[in-house]
């Protein structure tokens, strides 16, 4: 029996230790948001929080998370109640298909989380682990930009929507 | 440029009220719809207006969309062409997915698919109908139920207004059930949209940002398993024998069972199938594919070339003729790789058969094939065939193919299981069915004025639609035996090979610029590779030739690009307006030392696109710093949707233009995930302004023309800063 935090909730399961968490997540927890990409943690679709850390988890067995921390694109905001990022996605019409957006979303709140100011520099090296088919860099750039220029109310919204 | 042209009186209209809903049927084939039960889902009290629209008592205004959403924004652009008429803010539409029926169907090819960047040309009429014919009705049933005059009432957003007093549409929808809906209701002047041509957001971008959008993968039924199939390297091999003992052994696992492609591995959880999947064993047949390479390939279609043995395409004038009369003349081939089209979601397919009837869930550009594959089989009436749209994560022609699910109708049929059936990623890179690769030559000649005179022209290679057609023959004709499906899917095979051009392998090769003698010749040559449509389809090569060698001409003749483009479009004052919309933006340009301006310019999909591409070498590395698009789509629906697509339009084709190559090794893909078949990454993707030509005349394709010229344009300025006349993608410094 596994045991961790998933969105503020603890957590068990019985299931298999070496099944990634991606997985886990989606079939024993239901929560469809996290993408299969690759497989491989060359994608970036599944990205996850661990202990606030971005994480592919695809390739992350849950045994490593054991004790640990989760968040999802569900913990992270609501469409009644949106993380600032998810917003900023929603004003600069970031996704196209939407198939890597949780994923991309989960990387730039990690980042922002660590660095409220970051340089275009720092956006590229922080994001360029998830990919996107659509194109949509320039946009998530600049919606990452523009919640990082209002840092105060970013980690005052983002506080909030943690615990949400 | 093809018009659409669509009779409103074509649109049927027939009301009634449904689960206490009212439905109007629209049809654009002219025929009667009746034939079908109409699509949308009842919902208590709701007043559903037509195949596209229902309002519901609180108001609610749901739209149901017809066209596959697979990120290219049509959602919001048919929401936005009816809201503009029905006088609703899309973005206050509940939108939901359509379901598979004939109301349905893409009025520009008669059956229900999506793609050919054909949605907003397709729709712009119709849609803005089915609007105006519902605003009326509603109109007509609050002016008899506030008994005013019809002249009294006006609408705003969802509301009829009288005397500055807002009633919500669904005030009205009891009455309006009972009334017939007009067919021809008068459609708003252009100087008085709202909607259409305004600066607006998307429908889709809260669910897509917040892991709400439900997408194929995330289709959840009791009782679902999962299915992976263990495929032949080489592709259309067969298998030979198969150990699966280990395999029935692991973890979860329900069933082996053999399908078409292979072996099926069916457990209760994705991960578990593929770990059991690792451990099947197949001996597979040897093909004459398993004998080719990529350069097997290239030699065999440059020996075609040589040969000069082809089907003729368009010939005018005479060729040979004009070259005499040219002061400059060059000729040169250009060579384009096997590609995968590898959508961000995998390939798969839900399918659930109970007795004789079957549910499916999928995000698919062809809706109109699923009834009649999962019907051939499950060996159930089509009728019987409940078809559940979902979003597409990522589609690019690629979701236009149907073998995930003959695969997965066929394992739910064998195991009696709901199935949710998964292409690896592995599977997804490896097995195709691929954009061809292609080899490419041209011959130009430019006379002393520094006109275009001849365009010899020749393109080597396998056919998509042939291929493609192979794949949805069993769908169109799920009563057709097997072996009659495979002597049709050939004998369309032959014909292109031997009797007339497939317009995809030779679109975009010549058809550009005004030279008076052009003489088109297209070589066949399938090693068996399964082919089908990629984003911008012949395009995404053909403009990469084209445009090459209109720079090299250019260059040789001793003429700047943009006024040798300029001299020899005259006969499109569209396309000569991008180009000097973007000569002037390029002659305004200053870059960094050490910085390049390419240009390449191509007309697909009935748009026209230039773009600029700033471009370093550093190292032998090519860089792209910023790319500059001007399109012309005729009237921008939405035109910051329009900017995203050239933005993806051009980093989709950035992919391929610097990295995307897959080879063949005895027959089988050697990449195989995003390790080896490289994606442009954020740090590499480049700056991109889009210009859009303002315009009032109707709506062209964007979902693809802003690809085609951006290889192009990369080559010529790497060019400008080496030199190197590069002439095979992906570009490569040697």
Partial sequence: MISFTLNGETVSTDIDASTPLLWVIRDAFKLKGSKFGCGAGLCGACTMHVDGAAIKTCVTPIAAVAGKSITTIEGLGTPDDLHPLQAAWHEYAVPQCGYCQSGQIMAAAALLDANPNPSGADIDAAMSGNICRCGCYPRIKRAIQSVSENALAYDAMASAGETA | MKSVNVS????????????????????????????????????????????????????????????????????????????????VNPLDMDVRLASAHEDYNNPLFGMQGTGGSSSTRAHFLPMRQAGANTRLLILQAAASDLGVELADLSTDNGHVVLAGQRYPYGDFIESASRLTIAADAALKPADQFQYIGRESRRVDAISKSTGT????????????????VVRAPVAGAKKLTADTAAARGMP????????ASGVAVVAESFWQATQAASKVQVEWEETALSRVDTATLRADYAAALDAGDGVEGPDEGDVQAAFATASTVREADYWAPLLSHSPMEPMNAVVRIQGEEADVWTGIQFPFAVAGLVSRMADIPSENVRFHQTYLGGGFGRRGTITHLAEAADVAKQTGKPIQLVWTREDDIRQGPFRPASLMRIKAGVDESGQLVAWDTARAGGNISPNTFRTLLPALYPWLADFLVEGVANASEMFFENFSTDESSTEGLFEDYDQPNTRVTHMTVEHGLPLTFWRAVGHSYTAFAKESMIDEIAQAAGIDEVTFRLQNTQSSPRRQNVIRIAGERMAGMTVPEGHHLGMAMHHSFSTDVAEIAEVSVENGQIRVHKVTCVVDCGQAVNPDIVRSQMEGGIIYGLTAALYGDLNLEAGAVKESNFHDYRMLRMNESPEIEVV??????????????????IAPAVANAVFKATGQRLRSLPLKLT
């Fill in chain 2, 8 to 87: 409103r009186r074509r649109f049927l209209q027939s009301s009634a009220v449904t689960g206490g809903g009212l439905v109007v049927g629209f049809s654009l084939s002219g025929c009667s719809s009746t034939a079908l039960p109409l699509p949308v889902a009842a919902a208590e009290g709701a007043w559903t207006a037509n195949a596209f629209v229902q309002i519901l008592p609180d108001n609610t205004v749901r739209f149901y969309t017809a066209r596959a959403e697979m990120g290219q924004g049509v959602t919001t652009g048919l929401a936005t062409l009816l809201g503009e008429e029905l006088d």
């Fill in chain 2, 213 to 228: 959008a439900e997408f194929g993968l995330d289709i959840d039924i009791p009782d679902l398993h999962y299915a992976v």
């Fill in chain 2, 252 to 259: 979860g696992v329900t069933d082996i069972v053999d399908v």
């Fill in chain 2, 692 to 709: 859009i030509v303002d315009s009032g005349t109707e709506p062209t394709g964007v979902g693809e023309p802003g690809l085609p010229p």
